[in-house]
């Protein structure tokens, strides 16, 4: 079965540098690629998706890329900001309607003013 | 906005004792999914489920069944309580088709 790996486990930036967390995948049909964002006590939310048929997508200071040749993902984060703070999962996901998400363990970014 | 919601935000329970986890969703989602989150581990799929009264096993089963009886509520039952049972409990649903998941608040379950 699929499997994603992730790092760094822990990540620790000066306000406004940027940050990058990486994800590998070993499943050649996974074919969908989200980042969610758990801040402290809440709950997980999607910040970010991608898709096999698209290299890299944007959205403000969030950025995500994907290599499909060598199975690895990543999120960009620049100009990093102290709510930035929070565990980022990453994850993978093959064809079909019932959406099942294989997780990464977990990075968690501290942004320090 | 979807809305998922938990039953219980804290939960303490002991050693043998059955238990109940409930999860509803109110945008009509076909699919509904049960996470159990432990820290260095993420986020493991114990069961989901994307119909009602259908449900698949995830990547970690053992110890735990569920329920859907409606397409809105989706149960997570302990049989009988172990102390590595002990962890954070997370719902998710989803449309069918779509990979958004949306995640409850939580139950947080320590096990005596």
């Known amino acids: 079965g699929e499997n994603v790996e992730q790092h760094p486990s822990t990540l620790s930036v000066q306000e406004g540098d940027s940050a990058v967390i990486k994800c590998t995948y070993s499943d050649s049909a996974s074919n969908y690629f989200p980042w969610y964002k758990q801040e402290l006590g809440k709950r997980p939310q999607l910040i970010i998706d991608i898709r096999s048929n698209v290299g890299e997508k944007k959205d403000q200071r969030i950025a995500v890329t994907l290599n499909k040749t060598a199975k690895h993902f990543s999120l960009h984060i620049t100009e990093t900001q102290p709510e930035d703070s929070a565990v980022y999962f990453c994850a993978a996901s093959k064809g079909g309607s019932q959406g099942n998400l294989i997780f990464g363990k977990g990075t968690k970014l501290s942004v320090k003013p | 906005d979807v809305k998922v919601t938990q039953s219980s935000r804290y939960l303490v329970k002991r050693t043998g004792e059955k238990v109940f986890l409930e999860c509803v969703q109110d945008?009509?989602?076909?699919?509904m999914f049960w996470y159990r989150q432990d820290p260095g581990l993420g986020l493991r799929l114990i069961y989901f489920s994307y119909d009602v009264k259908m449900k698949e096993k995830g990547d970690i089963p053992e110890g735990y069944s569920v329920s859907r009886e409606k397409k809105e509520r989706f149960s997570l039952i302990l049989e009988s309580a172990s102390t590595n049972q002990t962890s954070m409990y997370l719902c998710?649903?989803?449309?069918?088709?779509?990979?958004?998941?949306?995640f409850g608040p939580g139950t947080r379950l320590t096990v005596l």
């Open positions: 945008m009509d989602h076909e699919n």
């Open positions: 998710a649903s989803s449309l069918i088709g779509s990979k958004e998941q949306f």
